[in-house]
C-alpha cells in the first residue's frame, strides 16, 4: 500500500494525489502497524501540510513510531524538530531525553 501512495505522492504512472497518497498510507498503517516508510511519509505529509493541515505535533506522534521501528529518516526529522524548537515545539524532559538518545543512534552508534 505504502509504494502505492508514493506514486501518487510523487505522481509516477499515476495522476498526483496527495489525499490519495495519505489515504493508502494510513490503510499500510491499518494493515500493518509497523509499517516505518508508511508512517515517515503520513508524518510528512502532516509536517508540510500535503492534503491536510500542517500539524507538528502529529507528525512528531507518527515520526516517532516510525524511529522506535529504526527509521532514520524519522530519528532525524524528530531529533532536528527538538533541536530547532520548530514551530514552537517546547520540550519536556522525556523529549529531550529522546532526542539525545536519537543523536546518539545517530551519529555515534549507540
Known amino acids: 500500500m505504502q509504494n502505492l501512495g508514493i ?5 509516477r504512472g499515476v495522476e498526483k ?5 495519505n489515504a493508502l498510507y494510513r490503510e ?3 494493515a500493518d502497524s509497523t509499517d516505518d516508510i508508511a508512517l515517515w511519509n503520513l508524518g510528512l505529509s502532516h509536517f508540510e501540510g500535503t492534503a491536510v493541515t500542517p500539524s507538528l505535533p502529529a507528525a512528531l506522534s507518527l515520526w516517532r513510531r ?3 521501528l529504526g527509521n532514520a529518516q524519522a530519528q532525524r526529522n524528530i531529533a532536528t524538530a527538538y533541536l530547532q524548537g520548530d514551530g514552537g ?3 519536556t524532559g522525556a523529549d ?3 532526542t539525545v538518545q536519537l543523536n546518539r543512534k ?3 552508534g549507540e
Open 96 to 98: 529531550k531525553s529522546y
Open 106 to 108: 545517530l551519529f555515534w
Open 28 to 30: 499500510a498503517i491499518e
Open 66 to 68: 516510525a524511529a522506535d
Open 89 to 91: 515545539y517546547e520540550q
Open 7 to 11: 506514486l501518487y505522492d510523487a505522481g
Open 17 to 21: 494525489n496527495h489525499a490519495r497518497a
